[in-house]
């Protein structure tokens, strides 16, 4: 542990927010707050959250930043983001290593949440010289009428614990070609995760001058996260976590007339068809709801699979999830690692328990592994009569319904009967069934897949869902418009004043 922390150059106590290269603040008012290996339950560390004060030192020196990075031309940011995405290549294998530390990834994934942050910061780059508006026919003669964008401000960026680092990159690297500093409350179970970023942040904007860009506020979303969605200084709030929450913030920051992108809960299914190659299906299944130990937004949760098929598919994956490793997400080998917390444990057997008086059997799993240590479950496999109300609820937890359905009109039924809508997928060999899944009165997802899982989004499309998922979309496409203001301009280069729509005025 002390080794992971000694690579990546942090200090374990006593960290505080920070509003440039070595500009930590100490905050004598600040609790304690203790972070946890999940793994072990053991303190791995702690850090001093901000209080009020502190968090308007950081937001103003934020704004004050926006003020000057605004005029700093696009390509030029771009550079910035070149030299963060250079020193996130040196720090990958710690960083990632923290992370898994920290939050219980198994190190695979720990390491490639930290190369999906390296790869939005080349997506970025690029960006930084294609910030493009359009020019548009206007219907007044020698009149020129364009669009173009603007940097909004400074963006606050509120993370989940599930995904450490790499949200914090969408937003922030992004946000940075754009003209925008960015705000960040990390979740208050993974802050060195955060902190560590900061440090490689901080490096990065002292070679370039730079203060005030990255900046990060430790602090529970009670407080710090209030303080955020009701400042104006922050136009755009991107929130990552629960649809409970995300509803106050986006009444919040509406309030005020800010924007908001926001990406909830995702309670994502995949249907299988007679056709599918089950082979293949089997292995996108079990990454998609084994992966993070079930703790992504897009797990896969739910497998409609057609009748005819049922019964093998059942049992192809119930020998899978026999041969799943469970330990120390750190060690070679383990493919999945511990629950976040107890909390998380509670939850889940709260909706095994629900699940079973609803008519559910468990195939597969469904125990704790106390033996390993205190948040250790069994991946689990419930075989459902029917989608009842606890199949259409999102439980962070690696727990797979199992539905079955006859006809492809009722799979799709089925499949977006939940109020969650992030991603979805379907397995098929037929090119109409595939065509139907994605059509206008298909899949009501964001995110459609055919012949891949629902998880491991690239971060070249846009990211994000309809529905109690939020509407928000991160990272590529054309993603970058949430963070900039649209202008639109008219050039009258003639000399007369012809009004739109041929109207007469004062003639």
């Known amino acids: ?48 959250m901000a209080t009020s004060d502190t968090y308007q030192r950081v937001a103003g020196a934020a704004h004050e930043a926006f003020l000057r990075w605004r005029e700093v031309p696009a390509p030029k940011r771009g550079q910035v983001i ?57 219907e007044r003669p020698k009149h020129r009428m364009m669009e173009q964008w603007h940097p909004l401000g400074v963006v606050g960026v509120i993370t989940a614990f599930n995904f450490p680092v790499a949200v914090w990159s969408w937003n922030a690297a992004i946000a940075a070609v754009c003209g925008d500093p960015v705000l960040w409350k990390p979740s208050s ?54 649809t409970h929450v995300g509803r106050h913030v986006s009444q919040a920051v509406a309030r005020r007339f800010g924007r908001a992108i926001l990406e909830l809960g995702g309670n994502n299914a995949i249907v299988v068809a007679e056709d599918a190659d089950l082979g293949l299906a089997v292995r996108a299944i079990l990454f998609g709801a084994v992966g993070t130990a079930g703790q992504r937004c897009t797990t896969t949760r739910r497998i409609i699979m057609q009748r005819q ?52 059997e468990i195939l597969v799993g469904g125990k704790m592994r106390p ?31 199992l539905l079955e359905y006859d006809e492809l009109e009722e799979a799709i039924r089925i499949h977006n009967d939940v109020p969650q809508g992030l991603s979805s997928a379907i397995f098929t060999t037929n090119l109409r069934t595939m065509e139907a899944f994605l059509s206008a009165s298909g899949s009501d997802c ?11 989004a690239e971060i070249g499309g846009a990211f994000g869902g309809e529905k109690e998922t939020g509407g928000g979309r991160e990272s590529g496409s054309d993603a970058w418009k949430a963070y900039m203001r649209r202008q639109t301009n008219t050039i009258n280069w003639s000399t007369d004043m012809p009004l739109a729509q041929g109207i007469r005025f004062g003639d």
């Open 1 to 48: 542990m002390k080794s992971i922390l000694q690579k990546l150059n942090i200090e374990p106590v006593n960290a505080g927010a920070c509003t440039g290269p070595e500009a930590w603040i100490q905050d004598p008012q600040g609790e304690e707050l203790v972070s946890y290996n999940p793994t072990t339950g053991e303190p791995i560390a702690s850090v001093i």
């Open 82 to 138: 070149r030299d963060l995405g250079d020193a996130l290549r040196e720090f990958k294998e710690p960083l990632g290593d923290l992370v898994g530390l920290e939050m219980g990834k198994i190190r695979a994934e720990g390491h490639g949440e930290v190369q999906e942050m390296i790869d939005i910061c080349d997506f970025s780059v690029g960006l930084s010289r294609q910030l493009y508006g359009l020019v548009i026919a206007s």
């Open 189 to 242: 179970q993974v802050p060195l995760s955060a902190i560590a970023v900061q440090h490689i942040a901080n490096r990065v904007m002292a070679d370039h001058g730079l203060t005030g860009i990255f900046n990060l506020i430790i602090g529970s979303g009670r407080d710090v996260g209030e303080m955020m969605l009701n400042d104006k200084r922050l136009p755009l709030i991107s929130f990552t976590g629960s």
């Open 309 to 360: 098929i049922a019964a093998d598919l059942s049992g192809r994956l119930v020998e899978a999830y026999k041969q799943v490793p469970i330990g120390d997400p750190l060690e070679e080998g383990t493919l999945m690692g511990p629950l976040v917390n107890g909390s998380a444990v509670e939850e889940m057997f709260e909706a095994l328990e629900q699940a079973r008086k609803d008519g559910g």
């Open 371 to 401: 033996d390993l240590g205190p948040n250790f479950v069994e991946p689990t496999i419930v075989k459902m009569p029917a989608q009842t109300e606890i199949v259409k609820q999102e439980t962070f937890a690696p727990i797979l319904y």
């Open 446 to 456: 964001g995110i459609a897949n055919v012949n891949i899982g629902t998880s491991g």
